[in-house]
Nanobody
Framework: QVQLVESGGDLVQPGGSLRLSCVAS????????FRWYRQAPGKQREFVAR???????DYADSVKGRFTISSDKGKNMVYLQMNSLKPEDTAVYYC??????????????WGQGTQVTVSS
């Protein structure tokens, strides 16, 4: 099937930067979209950023101007560059992808998450 693995989560000071990565592997014909979500303790999972295969992007209002999503199609990877981090950005960040297999069957997949902690 398909596996997604996130990496790059860490402890960082307020105002600092961090870059998350996610790689997709398995029976992949194409990736229609990558998304990043996050979930803070006691909070609902929320949308963070999205990138489509054509390159268009979308962001949650809370991260606009601070976060940048990008992808490397050749590596089946997506990245989230996070700048000017705030304590309220603390959460487990999840990679999500809409992927077609070689029979063009579409599926929705999730990674295991990576912890981002913003604190002094």
């Amino acid at each position: 099937q398909v596996q997604l693995v996130e990496s790059g989560g860490d402890l960082v000071q307020p105002g600092g930067s961090l870059r998350l990565s996610c790689v997709a592997s398995g029976t992949i014909f194409s990736i229609d979209a990558f998304r990043w979500y996050r979930q803070a303790p006691g909070k609902q999972r929320e949308f963070v950023a999205r990138i489509f295969s054509g390159g268009s992007t979308d962001y949650a209002d809370s991260v606009k101007g601070r976060f940048t999503i990008s992808s490397d199609k050749g590596k089946n990877m997506v990245y989230l560059q996070m700048n000017s981090l705030k304590p309220e950005d603390t959460a487990v960040y999840y990679c999500n992808a809409v992927i077609r297999d070689r029979r063009l069957t579409q599926g929705n997949y999730w990674g295991q998450g990576t912890q981002v902690t913003v604190s002094s």
